[in-house]
């Protein structure tokens, strides 16, 4: 009978669950929604009943679980298993560790979901050769994991990696957190996308795509955490994944809000190395799908910005979405060599 | 007989050495100069004879030397016990941990200067109540340790910790680094002292001193690695101190340049708290001794932009220019625990 842990990635709008082995072999995943709408004890209750699910889902297929790994987005402090904020979650100083462990009566680690997908990233994906990884999320919002020897630095209260609030240009929007110039205002997902909507109100141009351009949805992982600009989208706006494509089809204004983007991130990841001093610097969330024309340009501004500093190997996520999952499986396994 | 340590501080000008016993104290305190001029390989056998000369006087004294600790500044390849780069004491990849085992035959560890600095602060000093610790030294340069659990992070490459050469005004100086608007381009003591001298230049000011101007040198620790930009006093120029305690009397050109480096100094910390999310911030180096001056202004600076993170203690270092011979003592303690 072969062991496995019950996993599950708890985001604003949906939850991604798993069995996963102590291989690391994904068993049985499953999607719940969040319905963050009804209050954070509806939530609180929906995870211990999908966890308990998952549990009683593995028994029947002959499995046995051993541990417990959630994750939820905005401030966590795992070492006391406590969900201190999480606003589009709804959570205030929840102590999810010890509700989960009880209900369960599985030993149960709490985790942040961008810093999960970085263990992940750094222990099973793109970073896993290297033994210094920052993971930058870039979605909604934009967070970091600082991942050294496959363990992800936490901070003193659970809120280390916030590379989205990092300042970039004194004079530049104001953030959702309130700051001027915050890194995430300028070069998230929605951030790019509001700021080609607006150029675009005061200089209209022809609304043909061009060929060639997608439709991905860019929003995907990056903290979701409600500090984070809220991914905003009506039916008329173009996406970041449509502002990357026009830039690369030469398109002026989406070519200029393009640059601007991976200056900042440039400016950005060239702080986090010069604090850090990583070998592998690991892309996910949506606007790394842009692939090339995200990694090309903000290879060479990076380089521009490096001066003693060794230039980090700078990679697109291998994981995907699951990333987060497959840490908080991560963690439950953790957990279970140190219980 | 008492086990001792050997340590050694190796700065640009000159080196701070001692006999530090197996719980800290100090035994025995010895300064010599390094005389950088005379080029690396003399510089090595300086440092290694003042080590033998150190172990010497040990056994003269009936104690036993254990272990050596040797700090440098520039970047410090820890792991493999390299001084990778250091500019103002001229060396490239000089393996000084194993030139100093073979000589002394002893367990030597190598470090770098900030970082034992910090060590030292978070375990003995102003951080020691802490678990989560960064040190900033801000003297002729700025640069940072973190210290969590009484490690400190190195890095990939032993470059970590560099907070001097991130970008806080893109429309600011040039940095010593050869990028614009570092840190340590506006909020050093001396870019303090530039920048006050510039526009001193610009528009003459009375040369008389208000009452109660120091004329202590501000120089001090922090990294003097040559990436820094260089402590350059002219016999007419006017120190940090002196600008700081001009802010002090009111004087309007050194209120100005004052706030310009406390609120550059407050975004970079607030970066740091950002990324590291400490209990403390431990500052050190020349500049912090401008006391309230300082803090008080700093502590609001820092607190007006932090949104959702908790706010760190701001406090100045404990240890003074001692810091990094003790950090060396520790290293080189630490190197006998594990080995």
Redesign the interface.
Known sequence: MSDVVVALDVGGTGMKCALIDTDGAVRHTERHPTDAGRGPDAVVETILAVAEGLAGKAHADGLTPTALGIVVPG?VDEARGVAV?SANVGFRDVPLRELASTRLGLPTALGHDVRAGGLAEARLGAGRD???VLFVAIGTGIA?A?V?AGTA???????????G??????DGPVCG???PGCLEAIASASAVARRYAELSAAEPIPTAEPAGTGTAELAGAGSDDG?AARWESGPSMVTAAQVAARAAAGEELATRVWREAVEALA?GL???Q??????TIVLGGGLAQAGAGLFDPLRTALRD?L????EPRLVPAALGDEAGCLGAALLALDQLETS
Do not use: K, M, N, Q
């Open positions: 401030i904020w290297a033994g210094h970091a600082h050294v630095a936490t901070g003193a209260h659970g809120a280390a990696g916030e590379l609030h990092i300042l970039v240009r004194p957190c309130g700051r500090s400016d060239a702080t986090g010069a604090l850090f001093d990583v070998e910005r001066t003693f500093h060794r």
